[in-house]
């Protein structure tokens, strides 16, 4: 009987959160009989809270931080069930690809479980079978981003459905197609944005999310593309509406996004400012476009951009630290300025003055990419292959790449980025 049962395969991340809690589901648990006892758990704690309210063990004005702090006990908690794993043992690309009698195997990384970068591991998975609207890509070369080392930690689970397999973006050419996919064929050169699963000899990504290796530019090169120009193009130019003649400061100006943000902004005709973390970084903000780059280590980038500015400050900012920049963000946008939040590094609270915020008309916005629709990541490719793509083809703008890796190296890659030494963008050669 016990063959008739579904079988699920677990996230190592939720895994390792239920580890905590002593809960080790068998395969034949279903996610949401383990959530039930969770939430039980969590229900127990608060009732145990509020008996010492009651009991005055504590001041009242403590009571909303305690219970924010037994909330942030339970992340899993914030997840619907299903999202508790990787797939379904039924629905997975592993079934399929047996069903379709597709038993070749390929190299990829895997998380073994949330960690240090020494979790990385190169192991061996089926090679997956595009669906309808997919493409199978043979990977010549995958991008490495910062959300890949949230993945590894346990802080950035993949969405619902998508393979565990770290890598957001990937370059290769076309292996085969699915069912209606009309304008690619085996052996294309594409590159690709992908939601997972770009660590990985094979990887397979929906067709919308697709574009053309840029002429002029190689396979090595072009997994730099996507992730990162998407990104900043829907932030900086979408979000942030930067124009011509307007000024922006880029926050991460040596990074991955801040050496493409760089690139894009001066090319379309926007004062650039940059902040970096040393001398060396700074010149190569410099080298990019920058205006002035503002070692942060030793000047204040608020009052550099005031005096650079004639104390108007700047229409947009690009931030990824948060935390304690967000007053400094606000004090250096002028009348109608923008600011992007695109992430956290610093913090994910700050204090906002309100009064600030609506006496120069000020624009708070952000996102994140991984988990969007199709819909809006279609709509982001076909904006980026209209206006970025000429520039990649002209030589205006090109991915900076600081260093290559090959698979089995992918932790060596991490221990890199997570050191910050970098200047641009670290690819894995598969």
């Given at each position: ?6 079988a699920f ?7 390792a959160?239920?580890w905590?809690?002593?809960v080790?589901?068998r395969?034949?648990?279903?996610p949401?009989?383990v ?11 608060l ?6 309210l009651?009991?005055q063990?504590?001041p ?6 305690r219970?924010?702090?037994i909330?942030?006990r339970y ?6 069930p ?8 039924e629905?997975?690309?592993?079934v399929?690809a ?10 990829a990384?895997?998380i073994?479980?949330p ?5 990385l591991?190169?192991t ?15 990977v010549?070369a ?11 930690m ?12 770290p890598g957001?973006?990937v370059?290769g050419t ?11 064929k085996a052996?294309?050169r594409?590159?690709a944005?992908v939601?997972g ?6 990887c ?13 530019v190689d396979?090595l090169?072009?997994a730099a593309?996507p992730?990162t120009?998407f990104?900043v193009w829907t932030n ?19 990074s ?9 902004a001066r ?8 902040t ?10 410099e ?9 942060y ?8 951009i005031?005096?650079?500015t004639?104390?108007r400050g700047?229409d ?8 304690d ?9 002028a009348?109608?300025?923008?600011l992007?939040?695109?992430a956290?590094?610093?913090?994910a ?6 009064i600030?915020?609506?006496q120069r ?5 952000g ?13 982001i490719?076909?904006a980026?292959?209209a ?11 090109r991915?900076?790449i600081?260093a290559t890796?090959p ?5 060596s ?6 050191s910050?030494?970098h200047?641009g ?6």
């Amino acid at each position: 009987m016990a063959a008739d049962r579904p079988a699920f395969r677990y996230r190592d991340d939720v895994l390792a959160e239920l580890w905590k809690y002593g809960v080790r589901p068998r395969e034949h648990t279903p996610p949401e009989l383990v959530r039930a006892f969770i939430n039980d758990l969590y229900r127990h704690e608060l009732r145990r809270l509020r008996g010492s309210l009651l009991n005055q063990d504590f001041p009242k004005h403590e009571y909303l931080d305690r219970v924010v702090a037994i909330r942030d006990r339970y992340p899993v908690l914030a997840l619907r069930p299903r999202q508790w794993l990787v797939q379904p043992t039924e629905f997975t690309r592993d079934v399929q690809a047996s069903r379709l009698g597709d038993n070749r195997r390929m190299r990829a990384v895997e998380i073994t479980k949330p960690g240090p970068p020494e979790v990385l591991a190169l192991t061996e998975r089926p090679v997956p079978v595009p669906a309808a609207g997919e493409l199978l890509i043979k990977v010549a070369a995958a991008g490495v981003n910062r959300p890949d080392v949230m993945q590894r930690m346990g802080h950035y689970p993949p969405p619902a459905g998508i393979t565990d397999i770290p890598g957001l973006e990937v370059a290769g050419t076309v292996e085969s197609v699915g069912g209606d996919v009309r304008n690619w064929k085996a052996g294309d050169r594409v590159c690709a944005l992908v939601a997972g699963g770009g660590y990985a000899e094979y990887c397979v990504a929906p067709e919308p999310q697709c574009l053309p290796v840029p002429e002029r530019v190689d396979l090595l090169p072009a997994a730099a593309i996507p992730e990162t120009f998407f990104t900043v193009w829907t932030n900086l130019f979408e979000r942030g509406r930067l124009q011509a003649g307007e000024s922006v400061l880029i926050h991460g100006g040596s990074s991955g996004i801040g050496t493409t943000a760089i690139q894009l902004a001066r090319a379309r005709s926007a004062r650039v400012f940059a902040t970096a973390g040393s001398a060396e970084k700074c010149a190569a903000c410099e080298h990019l476009g920058a205006e002035r780059a503002i070692n942060y280590r030793e000047a204040d980038f608020v009052a550099v951009i005031k005096e650079a500015t004639g104390g108007r400050g700047v229409d947009v900012v690009l931030d990824m630290v948060g935390g304690d920049y967000l007053a400094r963000n606000l004090e250096i946008l002028a009348t109608e300025g923008r600011l992007v939040q695109i992430a956290v590094l610093g913090g994910a609270k700050g204090t906002l003055n309100l009064i600030t915020m609506m006496q120069r008309r000020l624009t708070l916005t952000g996102s994140t990419l991984r988990a969007r629709p199709l819909a809006d990541k279609a709509a982001i490719a076909a904006a980026v292959h209209a206006h970025v793509w000429p520039l990649l083809e002209a030589g205006t703008v090109r991915p900076v790449i600081h260093a290559t890796f090959p698979l089995s190296a992918a932790a060596s890659a991490h221990r890199v980025l997570e050191s910050g030494a970098h200047i641009g963008k670290l690819v894995l050669v598969v």
